[in-house]
């Protein structure tokens, strides 16, 4: 039996399209009904969060590897406790979601101290691990859609700063592969990029030319960037992606990694073509 953790989220159900029917498969979701639209009819769906210890324990009976994502950085009890219950059911290998900044020595950020942490905790659990770290998922964009579509703008901070972003489908098919070969995988930490680096401005004239629409960039302050994720996000979140973003800046991101490529056996998907699979959403 494979567990999936955020299932529902953006890498997760991409692992659960590509494990469904092919293992016997177990999705842990705060939201059951949401999940069962993902899951396909032999998946189990396991009603749990990471807050509730008994609910681990129930969703990890069991289970031989386990897919591990955790999406709040002011809450560092969520991989203490699947650490701890892992261990207890008797799981062979986590497979860890974690983050490339986490190689950076100069990134300190709230996101950052908080996934070195989750690796240090998988690595001294005594179970097998697999450290999954992506750069900036190409997905973030999907954040412009609503401006692109309205207005033909794309607003966003460090707009000439590169960053070699990754196609979440390809973080996906990584984490199939270590999810199903333990013997390959254990031990080892995978930088995730996409192809090349490349800068928010443009990416915003690439989805111009898949739009066939001139779109127009729009340069954010930190301060302008900083308002607009306290919306959405809590301060000190908002304050560790814009400290983040300010290393961009100094080119921080811009390495490509050649692990994607090898582990797949083709090249890592570029952002011509995510955007390109994603044009319903920009074009409304
Ligand atoms: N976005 C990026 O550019 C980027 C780059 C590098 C690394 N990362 C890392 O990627 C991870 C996020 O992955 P993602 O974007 O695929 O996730 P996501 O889309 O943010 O989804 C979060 C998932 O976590 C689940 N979840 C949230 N709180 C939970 C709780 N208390 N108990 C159980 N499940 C809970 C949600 O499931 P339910 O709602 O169904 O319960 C959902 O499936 C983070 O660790 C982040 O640091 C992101």
Known sequence: MILLTGATGTVGR???RRLSGLVPLRLLTRDPKRAAALAGPQDEVS????DDRPSLDRALTGVRSALLVTANPLAPAHDERFVAAARAAGVRHVVKLSALAVTDPGANDLITTWQRHNEQLLRGSGLLWTLLRPR???????????????????RAQNGTAANATVDPRD????????????D?????AHALTGPEAMSAV??????????????RFVELTEDEARRRLLTRLPGPVADALVES????????????????????????????EWARDHLPEFRG
Not at 148 to 154: A, D, L, Q, S, Y
Not at 184 to 188: M, W
Not at 247 to 272: I, M, S
């Open 202 to 215: 443009r990416q915003t004239e690439i989805l111009g030319e898949v739009l066939h629409r001139p779109l």
């Open 136 to 154: 900036a998922f190409m997905t973030n964009t999907l954040g412009w859609a609503p401006s692109v579509r309205e207005e033909g703008v794309v």
């Open 171 to 182: 973080i996906a098919e990584v984490a199939v592969r270590a999810l199903l070969d333990t």
């Open 47 to 50: 009603g749990g969060d990471f």
């Open 245 to 272: 973003a300010g290393r961009a800046r100094a080119g921080a991101k811009a390495r490509v990694d050649p692990t994607t490529a090898e582990l797949l056996g083709r090249p890592a998907g570029g952002y011509r």
């Open 184 to 188: 390959a995988h254990a031990g080892r």
């Open 14 to 16: 991409l692992v659960t």
